[in-house]
C-alpha cells in the first residue's frame, strides 16, 4: 500500500475515471435507485480521499470503493425501513456485503443500466443527459451545457427521471428487438454527447473532462461490439474514430488552432482512419441509413483528402441535406450553410443561416456566430462581421479557439 498523498489522491481519481460508471451501474442494478447509488458511491469516494493517505491505497481500489459504497447503502436502508419486511430486505443487502469482493466479480453492468436510462417510461429529452450522468459522472452543469439547457432545469429532470427508475421498477436489461429502435438512438445519443465534450478538450489535459473522447469511443465500441447488426452503432463509432484520428493535427507546435481545412493531414492518425472507414462500410451493410452514417460520411470526405489533396464540397452539400432531412438541427443546419457558401457562394450560405435567426438557443451557440462572422467577412460586410466575431470570442471556452477567432476579427479592422 502506498500512502503518500499525492498518490492517493491519483490513485481515487483513476478510480473515478476509471470505475465510476461500472460502479453506479453494479449498485443501481441491484435497487433500481440511481439517486442512491450515486451518493452512496460519493461518499466511498470521499472516504478514499480521507483514509487513503493514512492508511495506504489497497490493493484493489475498486472493490474498496464498492464495499464501502455497500455498507452506505446498509446504512440508509437500516434508517429507512422498520418494518419486518424492512428487516429481512436488510438482512439479505448485509449478508450480501459481507461476501468477499474482488474486481473480478463485479459484472459490468453498465449497459444494461444505458438502456434502463432510455426506456420510453423517461422523458425522451432527458434520457441522454441521464446516461451521461450515471455511467460518466458528469454534473448536471456540464450536462445543461450540451444541451443548451439551464443548468437548474437539467438538475431537475434529473432528480425526476431517477426517481422515476425507482418508482416504476424500470428493468435493468438490453430490450428485445422489437423495442430496441428509439431507446439505441438514446444511447448512442449519450455516448456521442460524451465524447463531443472530451472533444472540446483537444490535448486530454483537463481534469474536469476526464478523458471523456476515450471513454465515449469506449462505449461506443461496447454498444457496436454487443449490437453488431445496428448500422447506426457502427455508425457513431465511425464517427468518432474519425475525429479522433485527427486530435493531433488540431494544434500546432505554439498551441495554436488549427481549422480541418488547414491541418497537416500526415499528422492524422491513418490506423484509426482506415478503423473508421471499415465501420462506416460495415454499416452500410445493413440497408439502413441514419444520422450517425451520414455524419462519418461527411467526415470520410474530409478524410479522402490525404489521398486527393482537395474537399469535395459538393459530396459534403449532398450529405448534409441528406442529414438535414431527417435530423434538422441546428448544429446539422450550421454546417450545411457552410457547404453551401463553398459550393454556391457566400450569399447563398448566408441566406441559409439567416433562415435559423429565430431559433433562440443559437444566441448561445459559438459555432452560429462563427460561421456567420466568416460569411459577412467574405462579403466584405467587416462592421457586422466584427460584431458576430464579438459574439463568437465571448462564448468560446478554449483559449486556442479564442485567439484564432481574435486574429480573424483583428485582420477585419486593421
Not at 314 to 327: G, N
Request: proline share 5%; net charge neutral.
Amino acid at each position: 500500500m502506498d500512502s503518500r498523498p499525492e498518490i492517493a489522491r491519483a490513485v481515487a481519481e483513476a478510480a473515478a475515471r476509471q470505475s465510476y460508471g461500472k460502479l453506479v451501474a453494479w449498485l443501481a442494478a441491484r435497487t433500481r435507485d440511481v439517486a442512491a447509488a450515486e451518493d452512496a458511491l460519493a461518499d466511498a469516494f470521499a472516504a478514499a480521499l480521507e483514509r487513503w493517505p493514512r492508511s495506504g491505497v489497497p490493493e484493489k481500489p475498486e472493490a474498496w470503493l464498492l464495499a464501502v459504497a455497500r455498507r452506505r447503502r446498509v446504512d440508509a436502508v437500516r434508517r429507512r425501513l422498520t418494518s419486518e419486511a424492512g428487516r429481512d430486505h436488510l438482512k439479505l443487502i448485509a449478508e450480501e456485503t459481507e461476501a468477499r469482493m474482488t474486481d473480478e466479480d463485479l459484472p459490468d453492468e453498465r449497459l444494461r443500466l444505458m438502456f434502463a436510462c432510455a426506456h420510453p417510461a423517461i422523458e425522451p429529452g432527458v434520457r441522454a443527459p441521464l446516461i451521461l450522468q450515471t455511467i460518466l459522472g458528469f454534473d448536471a452543469a456540464t450536462i445543461a451545457s450540451a444541451f443548451l439547457l439551464s443548468p437548474a432545469t437539467m438538475g431537475q429532470r434529473l432528480v425526476r427521471a431517477k426517481s422515476r427508475i425507482r418508482e416504476t421498477g424500470i428493468p435493468f436489461r438490453v430490450p428485445e428487438r422489437a423495442e430496441l429502435g428509439e431507446r439505441l438512438d438514446a444511447v448512442l445519443e449519450a455516448i456521442y454527447a460524451a465524447f463531443a465534450e472530451g472533444w472540446s478538450d483537444p490535448t486530454g489535459t483537463e481534469t474536469r473532462h476526464r478523458n471523456l473522447a476515450t471513454e465515449g469511443i469506449w462505449l461506443g465500441r461496447l454498444v457496436a461490439s454487443l449490437l453488431p447488426d445496428e448500422p447506426e452503432a457502427l455508425g457513431l463509432l465511425s464517427l468518432m474514430l474519425f475525429a479522433e484520428a485527427r486530435r493531433a493535427a488540431r494544434r500546432d507546435t505554439a498551441g495554436d488552432y488549427v481549422p480541418l481545412a488547414e491541418q497537416d493531414h500526415a499528422l492524422w492518425d491513418h490506423a484509426l482512419v482506415d478503423e473508421a472507414e471499415a465501420c462506416l462500410r460495415g454499416a452500410a451493410t445493413k440497408g439502413v441509413i441514419g444520422r450517425y452514417q451520414l455524419e462519418a460520411a461527411v467526415q470520410s470526405v474530409y478524410a479522402a483528402r490525404r489521398l486527393t489533396g482537395r474537399t469535395d464540397w459538393i459530396a459534403i452539400r449532398e450529405l448534409y441535406d441528406a442529414l438535414f432531412s431527417i435530423a434538422g438541427s441546428p448544429v446539422v443546419a450550421i454546417n450545411r450553410a457552410v457547404a453551401i457558401a463553398e459550393t454556391e457562394g457566400a450569399v447563398a450560405g448566408l441566406a441559409a443561416l439567416y433562415v435559423l435567426g429565430d431559433d433562440k438557443r443559437l444566441n448561445g451557440y459559438q459555432p452560429y456566430w462563427a460561421a456567420r462572422a466568416g460569411l459577412l467577412a467574405r462579403l466584405g460586410q467587416g462592421p457586422q462581421a466584427v460584431e458576430a466575431y464579438d459574439r463568437a470570442i465571448g462564448l468560446e471556452r478554449d483559449p486556442a479557439v479564442r485567439r484564432f477567432l481574435q486574429a480573424k476579427r483583428t485582420a477585419l479592422i486593421q
